[in-house]
Nanobody, 114 residues
Framework: QVQLVESGGGLVQPGGSLRLSCAAS????????MGWYRQAPGKQREWVSS???????QFADSVKGRFTISRDNAKNTVYLQMNSLKPEDTAVYYC????????WGQGTQVTVSS
């Protein structure tokens, strides 16, 4: 059974930082590249970042230089460290494999506001 459980979101001021975590079931995590996606109000879900099984990373231009992604293969967990947050980063953040499957977790809300 696929499980994706995101956590770590919250309310933060512009310029602040948050670290998101995603615990994935072994069947999803161990054989796949993993990624973070986000969906802002009134917008379509978009890809944010991805990490291969051996740790190579990619980032959307909008977050490059501010976000980092990592994974702990022993814990089946992927992380997204978000620094220098901007109001336009406000969204629900999800993790999923690359390319994404049909199942999505509940996501974690990130709100950047003063």
């Amino acid at each position: 059974q696929v499980q994706l459980v995101e956590s770590g979101g919250g309310l933060v001021q512009p310029g602040g930082s948050l670290r998101l975590s995603c615990a994935a079931s072994g069947s999803v995590f161990s054989i796949n590249h993993m990624g973070w996606y986000r969906q802002a109000p009134g917008k379509q879900r978009e890809w944010v970042s991805s990490i291969t099984r051996d740790g190579r990373t990619q980032f959307a231009d909008s977050v490059k230089g501010r976000f980092t992604i990592s994974r702990d293969n022993a814990k089946n967990t992927v992380y997204l460290q978000m620094n220098s947050l901007k109001p336009e980063d406000t969204a629900v953040y999800y993790c999923n494999k690359i390319p994404p499957g049909s199942y999505w977790g509940q996501g974690t809300q990130v709100t950047v506001s003063s």
